[in-house]
């Protein structure tokens, strides 16, 4: 309650249009029962567009109607104080509602909330007076979701209520909701329906209906003439004029063809020209799409600097002009050349589906060599753009190459990125038989042989390696290295596989190996990562031959090549014996006593390999079969002698060593090397038995080859 000097002041300022001291008069008025100077003061500021008034009146209209339904005021007080009574204020309560929802007055939105109170008196006296502005108003909010939630079925309760009194607004709005749920013979009957009242949109919609044949027989001359009765009704309305330039624009494109219509042909210049008038008409008023379609027509006119200004007009808004937008800045059609503005637009245009701008997009990748993202967009562009197929189809073009590697990995296109880039840590992308690469990586057996998809690639690949290794360091040595010299470089590459481990895994080739195993959590020995290096290059070697595949390999080596050289370059040369000695004659030689051998002998022997011996060692790396493994054997002058290692291995030591687990080959060469001599209680360098790295690295095999002996 306001005090007297108070309420003075505040009836002062607000005859002066303040408008928050006429929100407090009006509430004090109202709190005081003087109704009629309430409503006045707080009409005055919601005017205004104050949002506390706009509800407060609201809620003194409600609360007045009901006391009107009620009878509990006598039809005088309503007359005297604004005709509560009346359906013109409770339709202005939805709109002093809405505005209030619309300035952040929760409670204004709750008063809308079909649960509510004055929701549910509105919709009671809506249906009792037979309000159909009132229906419409209750159709709309559902119908858009504003104020209320989003309910179309409830849409068209009220709306088909207020169409069958005669609501031109409610049966348009129907016959929309009637055209996107699909059914367009209804959508027609109501927009003819709503048409009959010059409503100016359902007689766009209906035209639009007659010139697409939708729910009736296509017919172009009755478009024409809804669109002109409704430019006639409402002249500020572009929608029309863009339809009606559509029509003439399908008149100018069949003239010359088969007449259906006489008059709409006698003259092509008049279609074209009033198709102009129209788009221009339309433009003028802001419609987007006539804006895009005059930019295209003075394009393909060659007209550029009047297409540039009706793209740049659309730019905003229109996927068209955007692309013809980027393609004159890529090309100085009408403007300034700028290729950045161009790639920026092809941009846009290309992500929102345009397929044009797919293909450019793509080729200005290309330009840039990006392979990827050129793929990608002529991947994209392909399916609508038959220059971006010829891209992909053509076997010369390194995206073709990268769409069979896509097709191998089934269209993943996550999986192509992933592979490439271990393409790209090779050395190599562009394979023109993809499925070569992916049987390298594969370490699952081929039901039809039994054997691993990548084993014959790794039978190819050690050889391959083995001849390119040589020839890098024959090469780098350049004559300044002696033949054994060479041989220790050559070894220090190829043996045991090191080098090829460390590469391996600077690479991060154990990720990609296709292995149930693997998968399963097992961790990625140094053998598996050496026969898969071997495999790739294979394939490499098979994919463009072994010029390029040198050049791949020299390339991986090249970090480790000078340290081997300088290592070698350190290598004692061999002690050659100069002095020649007469042999002794047969009498004065003693007479040969046989020497049993000793099969418990416990150490090998200690002096180098001699050539023969050294031959054993070189059959054990390479995939010999077992007959050329025995005959290397039976040559040999000592089957346990050590190698040139750190660990002074003998021949049974390195082949238990060389796997986590023995396969046929394996185990067929030490059964020959145990029947040629081979100890198992013979030591290394470091005193370990064969015996002992039998048991620790293979102990499933302990009881089959110890029984043996």
């Known amino acids: 309650m306001l005090g007297r000097q108070q309420l003075s002041d505040a009836y002062q300022k607000a005859n002066i249009g303040d408008v928050d001291a006429q929100l407090m008069v009006g509430r004090h008025y109202y709190q005081q029962g003087d109704i009629y100077q309430a409503k006045s003061y707080l009409e005055r500021a919601s005017d205004k567009g104050n949002k506390d008034a706009q509800f407060e009146l609201a809620k003194l209209l409600i609360e007045e109607y009901e006391k009107s339904v009620s009878k509990t005021v006598c039809y005088q007080y309503q007359y005297q104080y604004g005709c509560f009574g009346d359906q013109t204020n409770l339709s202005k309560v939805i709109e002093l509602c809405q505005k209030a929802s619309d300035q952040g007055v929760a409670e204004a939105r709750a008063a809308l909330q079909p649960d509510s109170k004055s929701y549910k008196l509105i919709a009671q006296y809506a249906e009792q007076h037979r309000d159909k502005t009132m229906m419409f108003h209750l159709g709309y909010m559902h119908n858009a979701g504003k104020y209320v939630p989003c309910d179309v079925d409830k849409a068209v309760v009220w709306y088909r209520k207020a169409a069958d009194l005669g609501c031109d607004s409610s049966a348009n709005?129907?016959?929309?909701?009637y055209y996107n749920r699909g059914d367009h013979k209804l959508a027609f009957q109501?927009?003819?329906?709503?048409?009959?009242?010059?409503?100016?949109?359902?007689?766009?919609?209906?035209?639009?209906?007659?010139?697409?044949?939708e729910g009736t027989t296509k017919d172009l001359r009755r478009a024409e003439q809804c669109y002109r009765e409704a430019i006639a009704v409402k002249r500020d309305y572009a929608s029309p004029y863009y339809r009606l330039g559509q029509v003439y624009e399908v008149w100018l494109k069949e003239a010359g063809s088969p007449r259906q219509y006489s008059y709409e042909y006698s003259c092509k210049e008049r279609h074209?020209?009033?198709?102009?008038?129209?788009?221009?008409?339309?433009?003028?008023?802001?419609?987007?799409?006539?804006?895009?379609?005059?930019?295209?027509?003075?394009?393909?006119?060659?007209?550029?600097?009047?297409?540039?200004?009706y793209f740049g007009q659309a730019i905003e808004k229109d996927v068209t002009a955007q692309y013809y937008w980027a393609k004159m800045h890529d090309l100085g059609q009408g403007v300034q050349k700028n290729p950045d503005i161009a790639f920026t637009y092809y941009q846009k245009t290309a992500q929102a589906g345009n397929k044009d701008a797919q293909y450019e997009l793509g080729c200005k990748y290309e330009t840039r060599r990006d392979w990827v993202l050129a793929f990608e967009w002529f991947l994209k562009a392909s399916t609508n753009n038959t220059l971006a197929r010829q891209?992909?189809?053509?076997?010369?073009?390194?995206?073709?190459k990268y769409n069979k590697l896509y097709l191998v990995l089934d269209k993943d296109m996550a999986q192509l990125r992933r592979h490439l880039q271990l393409m790209k840590a090779i050395g190599y992308t562009e394979f023109c038989d993809p499925r070569l690469f992916i049987r390298a990586l594969t370490r699952t057996p081929d039901p039809a042989t039994g054997e691993a998809r990548f084993e014959r690639l790794e039978f190819v690949g050690d050889r391959v390696l083995n001849l390119v290794a040589a020839d890098i360091i024959e090469q780098r040595a350049a004559g300044t290295l002696r033949v054994d010299q060479l041989n220790f470089a050559f070894r220090k590459l190829t043996e045991n596989h090191g080098i090829l481990c460390v590469i391996a895994r600077e690479i991060r080739l154990g990720e990609y190996l296709i292995d149930e195993h693997i998968q399963s959590g097992q961790p990625v020995s140094e053998n598996m990562l050496a026969d898969a290096m071997e495999a790739i290059m294979a394939a490499v070697y098979r994919d463009i031959g072994f010029d390029a595949t040198r050049a791949i390999v020299a390339n991986l080596f090249q970090p480790h090549i000078g340290p081997v050289l300088r290592e070698a370059e350190q290598q004692q040369k061999p002690l050659v014996a100069t002095q020649v000695v007469a042999p002794p004659s047969p009498a004065s030689q003693p007479p040969k006593v046989p020497v049993p051998k000793l099969?418990?002998?416990?150490?090998?022997?200690?002096?180098?390999?001699?050539?023969?011996?050294?031959?054993?060692?070189?059959?054990?790396t390479r995939h010999t079969t077992g007959e050329e493994f025995e005959a290397v054997v039976k040559q040999s002058s000592n089957v346990n002698c050590r190698n040139e290692g750190k660990k002074g291995d003998t021949p049974l030591m390195t082949l238990l060593r060389r796997r986590d687990k023995l396969k046929s080959p394996e185990i067929s060469k030490i059964e020959?090397?145990?029947?040629?001599?081979?100890?198992?209680?013979?030591?290394?360098?470091?005193?370990?038995?064969a015996e002992a790295v039998l048991r620790e690295k293979h102990k499933e095999h302990v009881s089959r080859f110890m029984s043996s002996t």
């Not at 927009?191 to 044949?213: D, H, I, P, S, V």
């Not at 891209?391 to 073709?400: F, H, M, S």
């Not at 198992?680 to 360098?685: S, V």
């Open 173 to 177: 709005s129907l016959g929309c909701i």
């Open 190 to 213: 109501c927009f003819e329906k709503a048409a009959r009242g010059w409503n100016t949109y359902a007689r766009c919609n209906l035209g639009e209906m007659y010139q697409e044949g």
């Open 272 to 309: 074209r020209s009033q198709m102009l008038e129209n788009y221009q008409e339309a433009a003028r008023l802001g419609h987007t799409s006539s804006q895009s379609c005059l930019g295209v027509i003075y394009y393909q006119d060659q007209k550029y600097p009047d297409a540039a200004k």
């Open 391 to 400: 891209k992909l189809d053509r076997p010369e073009n390194t995206v073709a």
């Open 599 to 620: 099969a418990s002998a416990a150490a090998a022997s200690d002096g180098p390999p001699s050539p023969r011996t050294r031959r054993i060692f070189c059959s054990l």
């Open 672 to 689: 020959i090397l145990v029947r040629h001599g081979a100890l198992w209680q013979a030591t290394n360098k470091q005193g370990q038995t």
